[in-house]
């Protein structure tokens, strides 16, 4: 049971990195372990700002393919 | 290695082996498609073994103790150490594309078998080489941009002009889609009602993932995939009712118009509205139908039914002009080798590798992956009459408008077809004729529906798989065009803006306006030249795509050449150096037979000639009909033969800075490389 939620878990983060979102604990994680007390986005900002980041054609973001 | 894994190395090489002889050696009888499998993943393994682990221990020298920037920056966002599976979907989903399924389908008119020759060795040697290397590269150095590691490794001039080429070949490939789009949809009310209905339904995808439920993907992209099958289902009612498929029956001119409109529209967008959510169903929806394909090809195991070899590789095919050398070479484009992914290596994946002995995996297995679906492409194409096949990809220039008269002329070429044979594929798959679809997306798709409907809905459902097919294709396309009309606008506003500043501010309402315009006008035009060329436009402008993406991967290896020996690797640059000479040998053959060859059928300026001699002459030759409209021909020619001379010189200026970078590094004792990071992880440049 225990590997097949893992497996999921890992699925779904695949799925979600596909359309460029990262994973949304280990943002949470990393904010809280290099910058305790500041401000963490809550999960509508950071997919906003993902999303807002992942077509930044402008900084060469998002590049499409053949 | 153990006595066990080299026994196990020995009969994947047997099998590979006998597969390949099968494949390659079996004359008159047909081939079942499952050797053609075994033999390319068996290729595939021993690559990855033998030749990918090699490069990336002993010629990059790959060092699990180095510091990734994905642990030297990580901010969770941009830089986050990521699993390397998950990273693997990733790259895959960002390098894959119409190419590999569309370059094949255009590559079997000279049989499979060389197509798949050269997808096979293409990848193994140079194009998983380019795409490893240049991850490893970029790696190397925070994730940089491929531009930015020219500019900074073979000097400022070689970058802005590799610059001018990526914008040269965006243009063409956003031309060459749009174009394989339109053949697909002219004359298909089902089609078309299908894929007009994406829009709306990304609209609706965006406004729920803003307001309704921000950010949950996975919501809004079921929501998104249960409207798409309902507008796929509803397209047969559509196409069956006359006075709702009259106004959705278009022509050629029509939706080309449409889709630059489209094009326009959707660029200037906030791109959650639109791009994002078409973005998210197109990457899901392709991702799934690659691994239906797999799924299908070994359920139903389908027999070959073209021939190994046909005799247009002697050049006079009627599907693409040009001779197997140099032109096979560049038709098969993606699923070979891509420049086009040395800038999606050089994008995302490196800011998020875990570590560098993980290179391999992502950057060369990734194109392993891409090339696979090319050779399911192939197959998929081979499994179809090869009457049908021809009758399919022949434009109505030579072979009519009538199945009576195609089939005439396709079995005077040897490949015998009846017209009730073209009327009941067309029948089988809903559509009122086949003939003429250029651009291989629609053989794809009849292709793909024989093997799905094989194991799933028989006949019955032929014609939902054939449109489902076209969807599919159509949608990641179209997701091309909008980002690719981005892409340019701002490659135009960075060089425009270096004479005027204002035009550089991309915030500025207005400067996006006539950016997206000039970028719309620029592909436009290729494509409107495209749809009304009597050929039917691939005929030419593959060729052209095929040479300025082979061009971008010709600059992508000489890089990759430069740094090896600025790293004092030199011993080992060959192994970027024998691609990049034969791509180089390629494109610059290519692209000269292209702009000089006296047959007007391939040269541009010779076909030029032939139609100024006639219009001096008050002549119209087909397929003008007009003096105007031979006018409008001999300038298309010139426009097509600049772009052609321009991919050729834009490779050899890069060549020759190379060499000049080779040559400084050679007279340097110690590394030159421009590196960020060392063993133990400090953050120093050097250089």
């Known amino acids: 049971m225990a590997k097949l939620s893992f497996l999921w878990r890992r699925a779904v983060q695949t799925a979600r990195l596909m359309v460029g979102i990262p994973d949304y604990d280990t943002y949470v994680a990393h904010r809280s372990a290099h910058h305790p007390g500041e401000p963490v986005m809550s999960y509508g900002e950071f997919f906003r700002e993902r999303q807002k980041a992942r077509y930044a054609i402008e900084e060469g973001r998002f590049k499409g393919c053949c | ?687």
Request: charged share 10%.
């Open chain 2, 1 to 687: 290695m153990s006595i066990r894994s080299k026994l196990l190395w020995a009969a994947v090489i047997g099998l590979g082996a006998v597969s390949f002889g099968i494949v390659a050696l079996k004359r008159g009888e047909s081939v079942n498609a499952m050797w053609l499998l075994i033999a390319a993943l068996c290729i595939y393994f021993i690559a990855y073994r033998f030749y990918a682990l090699w490069i990336a221990n002993r010629v990059l020298g790959v060092n699990a103790a180095r510091q990734t920037p994905a642990y030297r920056r990580n901010d969770g966002l941009d830089y986050v150490p990521t699993n390397r599976y998950v990273l693997y979907g990733h790259h895959f989903a960002a390098i894959a594309g119409a190419g590999p399924l569309v370059g094949p389908v255009l590559a079997a008119q000279m049989g499979y078998l060389p197509g798949t020759l050269w997808i096979l060795a293409g990848v193994v040697f140079a194009g998983a080489v380019q795409d490893m290397i240049a991850l490893f590269l970029s790696t190397r150095r925070d994730g940089r941009s491929l531009g930015d590691m020219i500019r900074s490794e073979m000097g400022p001039v070689a970058g802005t002009i590799a610059g001018i080429g990526v914008l040269l070949i965006c243009v063409i490939i956003l031309a060459v889609l749009a174009l394989v789009v339109v053949n697909a949809l002219k004359a298909s009310p089902w089609g078309t009602f299908t894929v007009f209905c994406t829009a709306p339904i990304a609209l609706l995808m965006g406004i729920y993932g803003r307001f309704v439920r921000p950010g949950r993907i996975a919501e809004m992209s079921i929501l998104g995939a249960v409207l798409l099958f309902a507008a796929l289902y509803y397209g047969r009612t559509v196409a069956d009712t006359p006075a709702l498929a009259h106004y959705l029956t278009l022509s050629g001119p029509q939706l080309a118009l449409i889709i630059i409109g489209y094009g326009f529209v959707a660029s200037v967008l906030p791109v959650w509205l639109l791009l994002a959510p078409r973005d998210y169903l197109s990457t899901f929806l392709k991702v799934g139908t690659v691994a239906l394909l797999a799924v299908g090809v070994l359920i139903a195991r389908p027999e070959l039914q073209m021939a190994a070899i046909t005799k247009f590789v002697d050049g006079t095919g009627p599907v693409w002009s040009g001779s197997l050398f140099p032109f096979l070479f560049i038709t098969v484009a993606c699923g070979a080798v891509s420049g086009w992914h040395s800038l999606i290596s050089s994008g995302t994946t490196p800011k998020m590798i875990e570590s560098e002995t993980q290179i391999a995996f992502i950057g060369y297995g990734g194109m392993l992956m891409e090339s696979f679906v090319a050779i399911m492409a192939m197959i998929a194409a081979s499994v179809i009459h090869p009457g049908v096949y021809f009758a399919m990809n022949t434009g109505a220039g030579l072979i009519g408008t009538t199945a009576a008269h195609a089939a005439d002329v396709v079995s005077s070429w040897g490949f015998t077809v009846t017209p009730d044979m073209l009327n009941q594929v067309a029948h089988d798959v809903g559509e009122l004729s086949v003939l003429s679809r250029t651009g291989g997306a629609p053989t794809l798709a009849v292709g793909m529906a024989t093997i799905f409907s094989s194991f799933l809905g028989g006949r019955t459902l032929m014609a939902f798989w054939y449109h489902f097919v076209i969807l599919f294709e159509a949608l990641f396309i179209l997701t091309t065009v909008d980002a690719g009309t981005r892409v340019c606008r701002f490659m135009i506003q960075d060089l425009v803006g270096h004479a005027i500043p204002a035009f550089k501010e991309t915030r500025a309402w207005g400067n996006n306006l006539i950016g997206s315009a000039v970028s719309c006008v620029l592909w436009g035009y290729l494509l409107y030249a495209g749809v009304i060329d009597p050929y039917g436009g691939i005929w030419t402008m593959w060729p052209l795509f095929g040479a300025t993406n082979q061009m971008l991967a010709a600059i992508a290896l000489s890089l990759c050449t430069v740094v090896l020996f600025k790293m004092k690797r030199e011993r080992y640059a060959w192994v970027t150096i024998v691609p990049t000479a034969w791509l180089v040998v390629c494109t610059v053959t290519a692209g000269l037979e292209k702009v000089l060859s006296p047959d007007p059928k391939v040269g541009f300026l010779s076909h030029a000639a032939k139609f100024s001699h006639a219009l001096a002459e008050n002549q119209v030759l087909a397929p003008a009909k007009s003096l105007t409209e031979m006018g409008r021909v001999i300038f298309n020619d010139y426009v097509d033969a600049t772009l052609a001379g321009l991919a050729v010189s834009i490779v050899v200026i890069v060549v020759a800075y190379a060499f000049v970078s080779i040559r400084r590094a050679r007279a340097t004792p110690q590394s030159t490389a421009i590196e960020i990071g060392g063993p133990a992880g400090a953050a120093v440049g050097h250089g």
